[in-house]
Nanobody
Framework: QVQLVESGGGLVQAGGSLRLSCAASGSIFTINDMGWYRQVPGKQRELVAAITSFGSTNYVDSVKGRFTISRDNAKNTVYLQMNSLKPEDTDVYYC??????????????WGQGTQVTVSS
């Protein structure tokens, strides 16, 4: 029904930057909140940043001032600009979106995850 495709992960040195993208496609009527989560194997998935359909944002304290979430509603895409990366930012990052389908059902959709590795 809905697919979220992430891109932009990779390997970067500490202090560097990466930009993650997540594009949604499928039977979309509208996309509500969107967000980025991260998860180290064996640990709980953590919300990194979220953005409402009106553009209001919130961040986990550890990334405030370094990461910026944004979205392009015309492209059904959410971005995560990550600056001043630290080794502790190393994780698999997942995109999430609350999507109202053309059937008017609302679902929570997840991307497949993209690896971000920050070397010291």
């Amino acid at each position: 029904q809905v697919q979220l495709v992430e891109s932009g992960g990779g390997l970067v040195q500490a202090g560097g930057s990466l930009r993650l993208s997540c594009a949604a496609s499928g039977s979309i009527f509208t996309i509500n909140d969107m967000g980025w989560y991260r998860q180290v194997p064996g640990k709980q998935r953590e919300l990194v940043a979220a953005i409402t359909s009106f553009g209001s944002t919130n961040y986990v304290d550890s990334v405030k001032g370094r990461f910026t979430i944004s979205r392009d509603n015309a492209k059904n895409t959410v971005y995560l600009q990550m600056n001043s990366l630290k080794p502790e930012d190393t994780d698999v990052y997942y995109c999430n979106a609350y999507v109202t389908l053309t059937s008017r059902t609302t679902i929570s959709a997840w991307g497949q995850g993209t690896q971000v590795t920050v070397s010291s």
